[in-house]
């Protein structure tokens, strides 16, 4: 097997490395017009005749065999039926990150909050949760039940009263692991229903199948441009795009252990990117020698070296503070800060995430069960977006309540800004409540 060529940038000496640091990053995804027009049709079709579309795409690209509405939906003694029936070693693998989860999760509820001013006017805010949400578990070979634990779970501390999961069946094909996840983070309702069609079906409602008011969960390019596309009929968590990991280590931590840690990612797909960063010269090339010398070792040896090829990369800094503006310009969706002091280092990442410091903390346990979601924002968007959380399952309300006296005081500040917008009514309004 040939070595993997990983690209090299020096931030110590090349001119243009902000250039080609642009160029690494640069990713292009749900732009595709022929798919746009493509989900649209489903949509549409899905929005004028409900359950028969959902069930034509369904027989068409799931390979299934469905005649009614009915045989859509996964019942509730199935999914315990899946949960019951998993070996020992799953089932209690399960419940350990969904504890820890739930515990991580109690810590973000948003409460209700109010104060009385002076003159009697109370202000506040008002949280509650979402009425019905709708979660998107992948189907077939990218089943994930850590995803399910991931978005159920917080919505349920949130206060959801009811969850629906769709899940694609390829072939009529359940993942047992993912059902029996279902059961244990407390969905409500499951339909065996995926693509944009099942997130058509998720905004805006069939005969079968509620609407609802926000839909989470990862999917393929379809899902992703069909989330896209009804955000606004309803709310989305975000638009992911591929995994990303970004490693900044001071060159002592055991290179097989990094070059792991780039694997972890790099197998998700072709397009995942890994990163490492550090002033170690000679370290980057141990951790290169380290990624030949295991890739040979994996399974998905393939997908790996395309990731790594194409958009892999090694990078050489002065220092970790020159480390830490890099980071920052990436924004990852991971970075592992692999160094002795990762507090102090810390303090200097504005834009990540998920934050795994020090040598012991693999990406890995994040993704499964540390605790924090593994739902975050990717290609850069860290700069402005968080890790799905309870806050996404709540929205908040303002509380205002006037007295006599505050609606006197109110209401003449009110009636000047609103006759200098020359809106009267508004000034008239308020005017009417002055003593």
Same mark, same amino acid.
């Given at each position: 097997?040939?070595? %993997?060529? @990983? ?32 989900? $649209?049709?489903? %949509? ?41 029936? $998993?070996?020992? =070693? ?13 515990? &991580? *999760? ?8 109010? &104060?009385? =001013? ?60 993912? $059902? ?15 693509? *944009? ?12 199948? #509620? ?6 969960? #990862?999917?393929?390019? &379809? ?12 709310? %989305? ?10 490693? @900044? ?5 055991? #290179? ?78 991971? $970075? ?35 605790? #924090? ?17 309870? &806050? ?7 509380? @205002?309540?006037?007295? *006599? ?31």
């Amino acid at each position: 097997m040939t070595n %993997i060529i @990983i690209k090299k940038l020096d931030a110590t000496t090349d001119a243009d490395f902000n250039a080609q640091l642009k160029g690494l990053l640069a990713w292009n995804e749900t732009d595709d017009l022929a798919i746009h027009q493509r989900v $649209l049709e489903i %949509i549409a079709d899905v929005r004028k005749n409900g359950d028969s579309a959902v069930i034509e795409y369904t027989n068409r690209f799931d390979h299934c065999n469905v005649s009614a509405a009915g045989e859509l939906e996964i019942s509730k003694e199935k999914l315990k039926a899946a949960w019951d029936n $998993l070996p020992v =070693e799953q089932a209690q693998a399960l419940e350990q990150a969904a504890q820890r989860i739930r515990a &991580y *999760a109690e810590k973000q509820k948003m409460e209700s909050w109010q &104060y009385t =001013e002076a003159d009697g006017t109370v202000l506040g805010q008002k949280v509650t949760p979402l009425d019905r949400v709708g979660l998107y578990v992948p189907g077939g070979k990218a089943a994930y039940p850590s995803s399910v634990l991931m978005n159920a779970i917080p919505a349920k501390v949130a206060g959801v009263p009811e969850l629906i999961m769709v899940v694609p069946t390829p072939n009529g094909e359940t993942n047992e692991l993912v $059902l029996a996840a279902a059961y244990l983070a407390g969905v409500d309702r499951a339909f065996a229903i995926g693509g *944009a069609q099942a997130v058509a079906a998720l905004a805006y409602g069939t005969q079968t199948i #509620p609407p609802v008011a926000k839909i989470v969960g #990862p999917g393929n390019i &379809y899902v992703a441009t069909a989330k896209k596309l009804v955000f606004g009929q309803v709310g %989305i968590d975000m638009i992911a795009g591929p995994s990303e990991i970004l490693i @900044i280590c001071d060159g002592k931590t055991n #290179p097989d252990w990094i070059a792991m840690d780039l694997f972890s990612q790099a197998e998700h797909d072709e397009d995942a990117q890994s990163i490492l960063i550090s002033d170690d010269a000679a370290y980057l090339e141990s951790v290169e020698a380290s990624i030949n010398a295991l890739l040979p070792t994996m399974e998905r040896a393939e997908i790996i070296r395309t990731s790594l090829t194409n958009r892999g990369a090694l990078i050489l800094v002065n220092d970790l503070s020159q480390a830490a503006e890099v980071a920052n310009i990436i924004a990852p969706e991971h $970075l592992e800060l692999s160094v002795e002091n990762p507090e102090i280092l810390c303090e200097q990442i504005r834009h990540a995430g998920a934050i795994f410091m020090g040598r012991f903390t693999a990406e890995a346990l994040g993704d499964y069960c540390a605790g #924090p979601n593994h739902v975050l924002p990717t290609s850069s968007t860290a700069r402005f977006s968080s890790p799905l959380g309870v &806050y996404d399952f709540q929205k908040r309300s303002s509380l @205002i309540n006037c007295s *006599a006296d505050g609606a006197n005081t109110l209401g003449k500040v009110a009636s000047i800004l609103a006759r200098g917008e020359s809106l009267t009514a508004h000034a008239r309004s308020a005017e009417y409540r002055l003593k």
